[in-house]
T-cell receptor, first 113, second 117 residues
């Protein structure tokens, strides 16, 4: 069964450093998403991406965040200058157009020291 | 703005007993409704979804959910829980007619299910 994959599973970084989280969505899906879950809290929507551009973003997705689909398979989330409060689990999801069913990856746990 | 409320932070159920997890939503129109499960250290797995039609929907792992428009609720049920059902359960909504589109899911805060032997 096709699945969304994410790398790395755990990323540790120093405050102020840039990180790139990687996702490989399901191959025939066209909509891509990033969510985050701070420890013990609910899952929060960050951004959606379609046709090589951002479709929607939440207020969390400020200028320090960016997304990119650098090739036909990867979908990345970049955090330019990490802060302590960026420590969270980051989930990638993808959706087939018209499907209304987002498939989630296993997540990347980001720890900012 | 839409919101999802899961009033129970923790629920403890004996193995073999029935389960009901509550979810209420606040939205201008009936959204699409979902239940996801998250096992420790794992990602989110879709249990079931409601778009329209029959208000009782069946999902994976023996779960079902009932949509009640009058109560703006979408409660998850299982007639007999197993120890492997211990996990975090999230209710989520997305605006109607997204068409697989760009809207992000709005999640509730989750209910942590504990199974007693």
């Amino acid at each position: 069964e096709p699945e969304v994959t994410q790398t790395p599973s755990h990323q540790v970084t120093q405050m102020g450093q840039e990180v790139i989280l990687r996702c490989v969505p399901i191959s025939n899906h066209l909509y891509f998403y990033w969510y985050r879950q701070i420890l013990g809290q609910k899952v929060e929507f960050l951004v959606s991406f379609y046709n090589n551009e951002i479709s929607e973003k939440s207020e969390i997705f400020d200028d320090q965040f960016s997304v990119e689909r650098p090739d036909g398979s990867n979908f990345t989330l970049k955090i330019r200058s990490t802060k302590l409060e960026d420590s969270a689990m980051y989930f990638c999801a993808s959706d087939q157009i018209g499907g209304n069913e987002q498939f989630f990856g296993p997540g990347t746990r980001l720890t900012v020291l | 703005a839409q919101s999802v409320t899961q009033p129970d932070i923790h629920i403890t159920v004996s193995e073999g007993a029935s389960l009901e997890l509550r979810c209420n939503y606040s939205y201008g129109a009936t959204p699409y409704l979902f239940w996801y499960v998250q096992s420790p250290g794992q990602g989110l797995q879709l249990l079931l979804k409601y778009f329209s039609g029959d208000t009782l929907v069946q999902g994976i792992k023996g779960f079902e959910a009932e949509f009640k428009r009058s109560q703006s609720s979408f409660n998850l049920r299982k007639p007999s829980v197993h120890w492997s059902d211990a996990a975090e359960y999230f209710c989520a909504v997305v605006p109607t007619g997204s068409g697989g589109g760009a809207d992000g899911l709005t999640f509730g805060k989750g209910t942590h299910l504990i199974i007693q032997p």
